[in-house]
């Protein structure tokens, strides 16, 4: 411009400088696709690691859970332990080659060892019947006698599936006991009533044929119907009395157990001097305990009686009650009587039980005493033991707690 001129431009040299226009797009797609290619690898990088996150979290919380419920095992497989093992019944599995699987502590002592297999198993019946419920899949059960000590079992084996069988064993001895007893009492009782009520009849039936015609023999017969009578009034009210004590007493007394003592002496001293036996007493302080009034009368009631009953004319009886700090109150009703054969020291407070029945009949006791005695012991938390001597005497002595 200032009157300069420039060089001509040479268009073919920027041509050659320059790519050709028509190759443009061919370098955007493949620049596209090498972007497109580069998110999708990222993009699958990405998805890759995620799931592997995934995996990762899904295999954790399936490790979780197998520990927990592996833990939950445990804890079932202990409590179950724990539970058949502080069982009073015996558990014995034995597995399908007859070898012990299991066995608790309870069965130890029901069956004095535990079996290493069925071929130890004793008695002999018993390991039969485990064979026979393996072979046959039922269930059998049955009743053995152990001695050393005396004992009863009941068993009922069960199978347990491929061959194994399952025994569970349970001491029935006190049931046994106490059936035993139950029948006795009923037979007994039957028998207590039975004799009176016949006695009664057949005095009454021979009171009408004399009564006009001999009435000397009348009189005597009528008094024999009063003595029965009385004797039957008496067994039914120590039956009521006993059954009423088996349901336990009412202790929401405070009783001056000397001062109930004394009355009870005062009122036997008639029965005593009839038959010829010395009653004392000895129960100088004030003995306070809570109970039944009713029921602690009826206690010393009993063995101031019997102990007038066994004593012959001459001898003595002493009662006295003492309250040692520490040790509780005594009662003791000791006397000079015709004792009692030691073995049957364990068998006097059963009911029923006499040691000389035509005595006791002749005396008017119903057998039913030392039980209701036993049973007023025990009913106000002590308990009663005797000591005797075979012709020198016996000692009854009740332990009752003081009261707080």
């Not at 899949?137 to 009863?152: A, H, N, V, Y």
């Not at 349970?170 to 004799?195: G, Y």
Request: hydrophobic content about 40%; glycine content about 6%; charged content about 30%.
């Amino acid at each position: 411009m200032n009157g300069e001129r420039r060089a001509p431009i040479d268009v073919n040299a920027l041509r050659t400088l320059s790519p050709p226009m028509d190759s443009e797009p061919i370098v955007l797609v493949a620049l596209l696709v090498a972007v497109a290619c580069a998110i999708g690898a990222v993009g699958a990088a990405f998805t890759a690691r995620r799931r592997l996150r995934h995996a990762e979290d899904e295999a954790a919380r399936s490790v979780e859970e197998l520990a927990r419920r592996e833990a939950s095992t445990r804890e079932e497989r202990a409590v179950q332990d724990l539970i058949l093992r502080s069982m009073q019944e015996g558990v014995l599995l034995f597995d399908a080659a007859h070898d012990t699987a299991f066995a608790n502590a309870a069965l130890e002592r029901h069956l004095g060892a535990e079996p290493a297999s069925v071929s130890q198993l004793y008695p002999v019946d018993l390991r039969e019947a485990v064979r026979r419920v393996a072979a046959e899949g039922t269930t059998i059960t049955m009743e053995i006698e152990r001695t050393l000590p005396d004992r009863w079992l009941r068993v009922t084996a069960t199978p347990a599936g491929e061959g194994a069988v399952l025994l569970v064993v349970t001491d029935v001895t006190d049931a046994r006991r106490t059936d035993a007893v139950r029948r006795d009492f009923v037979a007994n009782a039957s028998h207590e009533l039975k004799t009176p009520a016949a006695s009664i009849q057949a005095v009454a039936e021979t009171l009408r044929s004399v009564v006009d015609t001999d009435p000397e023999a009348a009189h005597r017969f009528a008094a024999q119907l009063e003595r029965e009578a009385l004797r039957l009034s008496r067994i039914v009210a120590d039956l009521l009395d006993l059954s009423r004590l088996e349901t336990g007493s009412e202790l929401e007394d405070r009783v001056r157990l000397d001062a109930l003592v004394r009355e009870e002496v005062e009122r036997s001293n008639d029965r005593a001097r009839e038959g010829g036996v010395s009653l004392s007493v000895d129960a100088p302080n004030s003995v306070t305990v809570t109970g039944s009034a009713r029921d602690l009368s009826l206690l010393v009631r009993n063995l101031i009686d019997n102990a007038i009953r066994y004593t012959k004319p001459g001898g003595s009886v002493e009662v006295s009650v003492t309250h040692a700090p520490g040790t509780g109150i005594s009662l003791v009703v000791r006397d000079t009587g015709v004792g009692i054969p030691r073995r049957e020291l364990d068998r006097i407070f059963e009911r029923f039980y006499r040691v000389d029945r035509a005595r006791s009949r002749e005396t008017g006791g119903t057998g039913l005493g030392l039980a209701i005695v036993r049973h007023v012991a025990e009913n106000h938390g002590g308990s009663v033991e005797v000591r005797s001597e075979l012709g020198a005497g016996s000692s009854f002595t009740v332990h009752l707690p003081a009261l707080a």
